[in-house]
């Protein structure tokens, strides 16, 4: 009988493979957030935008998608271009993984898989905008993110601006307590709120320092206690959104998904194209400055780590 693991079916980029026969730190990044959670071109300007910060914070970046029947770890400029027009990209989580992989299809990863992927490779740090979470109503949909399962699992750092107010942050916050998942919060108190800093729920720990949460990330790995940690880096203020304005539209995008019968994996990138058609287009922005916040506070923490 023929058996492979995971780790067979994956191929680093030349930029990868020489960072980490160098032993230097490396950032890892969704391809879900380009294929499904901005329009193009941004989402590839972003992409690319994004990788040149975590150079610049001296990191090696490495996008994951699959391609080709296999789990890419590190993007060229032309796969970003890609995926970032590829309409037909799978939005590919835990469960879509051996579906995406089997036949060769184009699979953005989500939170949940890029982090499989990431722990695949030996990456601890993964920078993204937002976490999945637990939807309102999720007691009657059971719509609760595949993404949170994985932090319960998943020995990886991801960095974020918090989960966006389309979920209920309370509970996904009391979801995360249960899976034994810790919520690091950068800056202030208060988990954040994506488009806005503050999401009004206590984050679980304060701590600013790069160093000092490399020395929490392994002290919680070396004592065995597996599984990912949530970073909350909140948006900048001058990058926000005004919140009742976000309040409001978020509220519209919410029942008009409802009155569609929109479900499942299309329920995020379903709201995420409403609120930035009825923002016109301001959310995007929003968006685009918290991911690159992110990777600044991201290739500091992978720096950290590899002190
Ligand atoms: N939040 C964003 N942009 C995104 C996503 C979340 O602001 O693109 C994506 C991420 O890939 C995340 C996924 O892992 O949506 C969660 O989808 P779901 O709720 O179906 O688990
Ligand atoms: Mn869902």
Redesign the pocket.
């Known amino acids: 009988m023929n058996t492979h693991a995971l780790s067979d079916f994956l191929e680093f980029s030349a930029e990868v493979a020489a960072a980490r026969a160098a032993g230097q730190p490396i950032v890892a990044l969704e391809s879900t957030i380009i294929s499904h959670g901005m329009p193009y071109p941004q989402n590839v300007q972003t992409a690319r935008e994004v990788e040149q910060i975590i150079r610049a914070g001296g990191a090696v970046p490495a996008t994951i998608a699959v391609l080709g029947g296999k789990i890419r770890i590190g993007l060229s400029e032309a796969e970003l271009e890609l995926l970032g027009q590829s309409p037909e990209a799978m939005k590919v989580s835990r469960r879509d993984l051996p579906y995406v992989i089997a036949t060769g299809r184009i699979g953005a990863t989500t939170v949940a898989a890029t982090m499989i992927c990431a722990a695949l490779a030996g990456i601890r740090v993964f920078v993204t905008g937002g976490i999945?979470g637990v939807?309102r109503g999720a007691e009657t949909s059971f719509?609760?993110?595949a993404d949170l399962q994985e932090l319960a699992r998943t020995s990886v750092a991801v960095v974020c601006a918090g989960a966006k107010s389309i979920l209920d942050i309370g509970l996904t916050l009391e979801y995360l307590e249960t899976q034994g998942v810790p919520v690091l919060a950068i800056g202030q108190d208060n988990f954040a709120a994506f488009y806005t800093p503050d999401s009004g729920f206590k984050a679980d720990f304060r701590i600013d320092d790069a160093d000092q949460q490399a020395r929490f990330l392994q002290t919680k790995w070396a004592l065995g206690l597996a599984g990912g940690v949530v970073i909350s880096n909140p948006v900048p203020e001058t990058d926000a959104m005004p919140r009742a304005e976000i309040d409001a539209i978020t509220e519209q995008a919410l029942r008009e998904a409802a009155a569609q019968g929109i479900s499942?994996?299309s329920?995020?990138p379903y709201l995420l194209a409403r609120i930035k058609a009825l923002t016109e287009g301001r959310s995007l922005t929003t968006n685009i400055a918290l991911v690159k916040h992110n990777a600044r506070a991201g290739a500091r923490l992978a720096l950290a780590l590899g002190r």
């Open positions: 999945g939807h719509d609760i993110s499942g994996k329920v995020t």
